[in-house]
């Protein structure tokens, strides 16, 4: 069991320890009813006496008024990299449903590079369907579209949970550039931070986000267990993924699209 799978966040609601010990202990009755080895809890603030994971974190961005401070607070590296983005680039979009063909295929293509199994279309079409915060930002090049991401908002934060391109896209810097526009999407809309999403410290997509910026803040992700088990390492790091991995790389984009949600769930 996981608190709200797919996202960083999403644990106990509580305004006192009593409560959220007495909901934590209700959770665990229920998951254990349905066979389940653990749950995980993904929160923002440090939980007594249970379990915890704390090498991610989230990259936090304070966003200025006018999106010409943010362009001057960039390095010289930085700028150059969007630049030359943007000299290869024909089109950005940034909508919904009608973007979502083109998001899927780009991001069903990357999970398949990655060896990780693809959320269901019908994931995305739902959220912007449901959310009016939601939206779908597309990188173009010769009417192809070579990067794309999924944004929310919410109160005063904009999030990108999902960001991909394609490999061989990846030399034009196209991802430097469907951020930089993603960021001043952000500013038009008067969101005050940008939430690039979690990471491992010191990983190269901590790096990535860092350069933009942005600022760690801890993610503690708890669990409930039976006295047997361990910390789950739902990793593709585990060993014990590396054969699935190796063979998800090797599968069409069209089959990965009908097995890989049901096996998500």
Same mark, same amino acid.
Not at 24 to 45: P, V
Not at 58 to 68: G, Y
């Given at each position: ?8 966040? /999403? /644990? ?8 959220? &010990? ?12 349905? /066979? ?9 603030? +440090? ?5 915890? +994971? $704390? ?29 030359? =983005?943007? =000299?290869? &680039? ?9 973007? #979502? ?10 999970? +398949? ?20 915060? =939601? ?5 173009? #090049? ?10 929310? !908002? ?31 999407? =952000? ?7 940008? $939430?690039? !999403?979690?990471?491992?410290? $010191?990983?190269? &997509? ?6 933009? !910026? ?13 006295? +047997? ?37």
């Amino acid at each position: 069991y996981c608190a709200v799978p797919f996202f960083n966040y /999403g /644990g106990v609601l509580a305004d006192n320890d009593s409560i959220e &010990t007495q909901l934590i202990n209700y959770a665990w009755l229920t998951a254990s009813a349905n /066979g389940s080895q653990h749950i995980e809890y993904r929160q923002t603030h +440090r939980m007594p006496n249970l379990p915890c +994971r $704390d090498d991610k974190v989230s990259m936090i961005l304070e966003l200025p008024e006018h999106k010409e401070c943010l362009w001057q607070n960039f390095g010289s590296k930085l700028r150059a990299q969007i630049n030359k =983005a943007a =000299a290869h &680039t024909h089109q950005v979009k940034i909508g919904k449903l009608e973007l #979502v063909d083109d998001f899927y295929q780009v991001f069903a293509q990357r999970m +398949r590079d990655l060896g990780t199994p693809v959320y269901s279309k019908q994931l995305f079409i739902n959220m912007l369907k449901q959310n009016a915060s =939601a939206s779908i930002v597309v990188i173009y #090049v010769k009417n192809r579209a070579a990067s794309v991401g999924f944004i929310l !908002g919410w109160r005063n934060t904009l999030e990108i949970p999902w960001a991909s391109s394609i490999k061989d896209a990846n030399n034009q810097d196209n991802n430097m550039l469907l951020y930089w526009h993603t960021l001043q999407f =952000a500013i038009e809309q008067k969101y005050e931070c940008f $939430d690039f !999403g979690r990471s491992s410290k $010191d990983a190269s &997509t901590y790096k990535f986000k860092k350069q933009w !910026g942005a600022k760690e803040h801890p993610l503690y992700w708890y669990y409930s267990l039976n006295e +047997r088990n361990e910390i789950p390492s739902i990793t593709t790091h585990n060993p014990k993924y590396q054969l699935a991995i190796t063979i998800w790389k090797t599968l069409q984009i069209w089959l990965k699209k009908i097995i890989d949600p049901n096996i998500l769930k």
